[in-house]
């Protein structure tokens, strides 16, 4: 084992993947190929890689009191994620679309509100906490651990939280993403697809994938997942960089965020 305790704090929502052969046109019908469902988002995909790099990992999330939440707690069982779930009331469990092109691209429509989990959280002690989203409070708590990592889509949160962030994560072309230098971050590392991207302004390279891409959803929270663990089990950035390409690029030949992350060799 690798003797890194990990956890996630962030949302879950109950995906609906349709493979199609293109993103339908206005007032278009196409017809899916495939059809499937996964508990998934940001929380359930880093905390899944997580569980594969470390043997197990703790998610703390929030779900509707409803028939959807108690399938997906027991489906991220089976994946090998510990969930600790709170249950606002009167609030469904998020629901989302997702169309898988051709290409391997993924167009998501997101239905609901996102449920954060919220602080404070009992996060003494871990070796790595991830903070995908939830409140100030919830980020307090996560930097109780040794190694905190988030991700770039919750900057105002982080802001407000005033804490020190050792891994700031994001992508370099989504606008919801881009970074401000606002935040009080050791490392800020900002993805660029196939071109590789940066990490504290110095390049770095993608791996390329071991076979045809067949989904991207889940490669970027993959890749961050596993540069998180490597920097909190002590590699140095370049070696962490490479473990992080190489999760990313395991992704893009699999059917969903699930059947081909990166696992180590144990």
């Known amino acids: 084992m690798c003797g890194v305790r990990a956890a996630v704090v962030g949302h879950v929502e109950v995906v609906e993947f349709a493979r199609v052969p ?5 007032g278009e019908i196409i017809h899916a190929t495939d059809v499937w469902s996964e508990p998934a ?3 359930a995909v880093v905390a899944r890689q997580l569980a594969l790099l470390a043997g197990r990992c703790e998610l703390f999330t929030a779900f509707g009191d409803d028939e959807q939440g108690r399938s997906a707690v027991r489906r991220l069982a089976e994946l090998g994620v510990d969930v600790h779930a709170q249950t606002p009331p009167a609030a469904p469990t998020r629901h989302a679309w997702t169309h898988i092109d051709d290409r391997g691209e993924r167009t998501i429509t997101v239905l609901g509100e996102k449920l954060l989990p919220a ?5 003494d002690g871990y070796d790595l906490v991830f903070f995908v989203s ?3 409070e ?3 708590s996560a930097r109780k651990a040794h190694f905190l990592a988030a991700t770039l889509r919750e900057q105002p949160t982080l802001h407000d939280a005033g804490v020190t962030i050792d891994l700031l994560v994001g992508s370099a072309s989504d606008p919801g993403e881009r970074y401000d230098g606002s935040l009080d971050a050791r490392l800020v590392v900002l993805t660029d697809g196939p071109n590789g991207g940066t990490a504290n302004g110095e390049p770095f390279h993608a791996v390329d994938p071991v076979g045809p891409v067949v989904d991207t959803y ?3 929270d993959s890749f961050a997942a596993a540069l998180a663990f490597a920097l909190a089990r002590g590699d140095e950035p370049a070696r962490a960089l490479d473990l992080a390409a190489r999760a ?3 992704v893009l030949t699999g059917r ?3 059947s081909s992350q990166l696992a180590l060799q144990r």
């Not at 293109?22 to 206005?26: K, L, M, V």
């Not at 602080?119 to 996060?123: A, I, K, S």
């Open 134 to 136: 939830g409140d100030v």
């Open 119 to 123: 602080g404070p959280l009992p996060l």
């Open 248 to 250: 990313g690029a395991a």
């Open 218 to 220: 889940g490669a970027g």
């Open 138 to 140: 919830a980020v307090r």
């Open 22 to 26: 293109r993103w339908p046109a206005s």
């Open 256 to 258: 969903g965020p699930y």
């Open 41 to 43: 988002g940001g929380g």
